[in-house]
Nanobody, 125 residues
């Protein structure tokens, strides 16, 4: 069992930056690939980024590739999402998730078996 707790969300003006954190419980954090997803009001949850177990492999949704950076610190059981040049359309609840399987590509939402509760990001224009 892995418990995930996101933090770092908030209100920011367009063009600003935020860094989200996701802290994981347990000693097996490095056994999981980690992903970030987001869900805007009235929309389906969508993939943002994924990072492999050691942090050496990353995948991004095309729209976020140049503005967002995913990273992890296995010693701290934490995965991060650095978000720069934020836009109002980035407003959403951001979730982190854990996938126990090594995969090629970003994986599908249902591949992630543990999810956090989410953190709200609001970008004002």
């Amino acid at each position: 069992q892995v418990q995930l707790v996101e933090s770092g969300g908030g209100l920011v003006q367009a063009g600003g930056s935020l860094r989200l954190s996701c802290a994981a419980s347990g000693r097996t954090f490095s056994s999981y690939a980690m992903g970030w997803f987001r869900q805007a009001p009235g929309k389906e949850r969508e993939f943002v980024a994924r990072i492999g177990r050691s942090g050496g492999v990353t995948y991004y949704a095309d729209l976020m590739r140049r503005r967002f950076t995913i990273s992890r610190d296995n010693a701290k059981n934490t995965v991060y999402l650095q978000m720069n040049s934020l836009k109002p359309e980035d407003t959403a609840v951001y979730y982190c998730a854990a996938d126990p399987v090594v995969r090629q590509g970003p994986a599908r939402e249902y591949d992630y078996i543990y999810w956090g509760q989410g953190t709200q990001v609001t970008v004002s224009s």
